[in-house]
């Protein structure tokens, strides 16, 4: 019986569990890798391919290929291959399948899983991530906060130190920072803060118009080489390899090809800093931004600086943060970190359920499996993970005399999870028998209650009893769980019934999960 863990990655995707020594185990790709691209290729309607093969392919059917689908979950952007809509859920879940595939090739078969997703993901996010794993086949236990995963790693690594951690994630299309603190084993998150538009691919973009112009300049006869898509994917895959390759050397060369003319340039470190200094200026801004929020909270400093996603290579991220924020930081398995860290956690919580739920013997057999000690599994079981909301979170109401809309939040960002928080609200007019609820999500990095800082990721109607003047009372509780999802309920004051409200988070309903998981088993995954 193992458990896995699984980072599923803006460009980047692994898996882990849990060795037969307690070790958190990485498992390789069919190709060998540690890491296999996030990129799905539909060859035909019946075939998708997964991995480095699609992302090769983005250059000759860049149509056909689909990257960065974790900046789309949680929204209404299906893309449309041979004649058919696919969901970001569904074409995550092809991720999945292919991670899953190739990991129980190394002896078990893939069931039980958690997936990660960055800290500052909403709601929706979460609940589209939990659904492409439900449409991949898999029985996800726990979305978990990648900066979580992470500091579990960590935890684990120091497990007798108590400190306070501040995670520094860049990975290939998201950024966050989260203030994290280990005490007694205990990990608790302070708060958390980032952007889901800002990662190692705006590097490439930056590197991207950089040789477009120089195509240009040397080249003002031909075509634009962006109005050309393969010319457009070639020229990312050479801006990823440059800006990989600027890792380890001072100056690297290119060579870019567009309708049988070319440009061969050099690139130094120092240019490439200079191009994508603004990107990183970005990340320190917003590492500042989530220091004050932990002083607020009373946690002024902190004792390790950890740098996590693949992006935190670049050597500009560790020089920039020593000098702004003046530690060293450490560098640490960046791009394994977080699944390591999954897996750790999907085993941990799978025996702390057996344990609770007094199936002993299930818990044994997986803690004899991982070859722990009695101390350990106590250890484990008395282990507790605090976490926070990542947004705010409220319904619309309408002012009685202007009639304007505008959203009273019931959650706060950075309040502590499980949270259950309930709010009065009333019917507007005489005899109103149904009530429409809006739940919205903080879209900006701040809360606000104009309407349009805000995301709608869910409605419904609520019934009202026959009769009721305006005003009458309905008690609206939000809970949101410890993986950030969502659920909501009404309840009318006079009688303390629970009124009939069908809210529906997220863009699928679970008879759509269900649909969709048996119309893409037909699909072949490779
Ligand atoms: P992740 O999503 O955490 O796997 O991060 C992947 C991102 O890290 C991609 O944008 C990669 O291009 C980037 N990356 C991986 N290795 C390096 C490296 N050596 N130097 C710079 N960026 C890298």
Redesign the pocket.
């Known amino acids: 019986m193992a458990v896995h863990g699984i980072d599923l990655?803006?460009?980047?995707s692994c898996i882990a569990s849990i060795d037969q020594v307690g070790r958190a185990q990485m498992h390789r790709n069919q190709e060998g890798a540690d890491?296999t691209p996030s990129v799905v290729f539909f060859e035909t309607s019946d075939n998708v391919i997964v991995g480095q093969t699609a992302k090769d392919s983005a250059v000759i059917h860049p149509d056909q290929v689909v990257s960065l689908i974790k900046r789309d979950m949680g929204q209404d952007a299906p893309r449309a291959m041979h004649g058919r809509e696919y969901t970001p859920e569904e074409i995550s879940a092809f991720l999945l399948r292919k991670l899953a595939r190739d990991a129980a090739a190394d002896g078990e078969p893939v069931s039980d899983v958690v997936i990660t997703v960055p800290a500052y993901f909403g709601a929706a996010e979460r609940d589209a991530t939990r659904k492409a794993g439900q449409i991949a086949g898999l029985n996800v236990i726990d979305i978990l906060s990648e900066p979580i995963a992470a500091a579990i790693t960590y935890g684990v690594l120091n497990p007798a130190e108590d400190c306070r951690i501040l995670v520094y994630d860049l990975?290939?299309?998201t950024f966050d920072t989260t203030v994290i603190t280990l005490r007694g084993g205990d990990i608790e998150v302070v708060c958390t803060d980032g952007s889901h538009k800002l990662?190692?691919?705006d590097?490439?973009e930056a590197l991207v118009q950089h040789f477009t112009q120089r195509f240009k300049d040397e080249h003002p006869d031909v075509s634009d080489p962006l109005d050309s898509k393969e010319t457009e994917q070639d020229l990312r895959k050479i801006a990823?390899d440059v800006?990989?390759a600027?890792?380890?050397r001072v100056k690297q060369p290119a060579r870019i090809m567009h309708e049988g003319r070319a440009t061969t340039l050099e690139v130094t470190r120092e240019d490439f800093e200079a191009l994508t200094r603004d990107l990183l200026d970005q990340t320190i801004d917003i590492t500042r931004r989530t220091l004050d929020t932990a002083r607020g909270k009373g946690v002024t400093g902190f004792d390790h600086l950890v740098l996590?996603?693949?992006?935190s290579?670049?050597p500009a991220v560790a020089e920039a943060l020593q000098k702004e924020i003046g530690v060293v930081p450490q560098l640490r398995d960046?791009?394994l970190a977080?699944a390591k860290g999954a897996a750790l956690y999907a085993f941990e919580e799978t025996y702390r359920r057996l344990v609770d739920s007094g199936e002993t013997a299930k818990a044994e057999e997986l803690a004899l499996g991982a070859g722990l000690s009695r101390e350990q599994q106590e250890e484990i079981a008395g282990r507790t993970i605090k976490t926070v909301a990542s947004r705010a979170f409220g319904i619309v109401t309408t002012d009685r005399q202007t009639r304007q809309h505008r959203v009273s939040h019931l959650v706060h960002a950075n309040d502590p999870l499980p949270a259950e928080v309930t709010k009065r609200f009333a019917t507007l007019d005489d005899f109103q028998t149904t009530v429409r609820i809006q739940v919205m999500e903080q879209a900006g990095a701040a809360e606000s209650e104009r309407f349009e800082d805000n995301n709608q990721i869910g409605e419904g109607d609520l019934s009202i009893p026959h009769g009721k003047p305006a005003g009458f009372p309905i008690d609206v509780t939000f809970g949101l769980d410890t993986s950030g999802l969502l659920h909501v309920t009404a309840r009318e004051n006079e009688t303390g019934r629970q009124l009939d409200l069908d809210i529906q988070i997220g863009g699928m309903s679970e008879e759509k999960v269900e649909s969709s998981r048996a119309a893409l088993s037909g699909i072949q995954v490779s």
């Open positions: 990655g803006t460009t980047y890491t990975g290939g299309g990662g190692g691919a590097w490439d990823e800006k990989k600027l890792s380890a996590v996603g693949g992006s290579r670049m960046p791009d977080v």
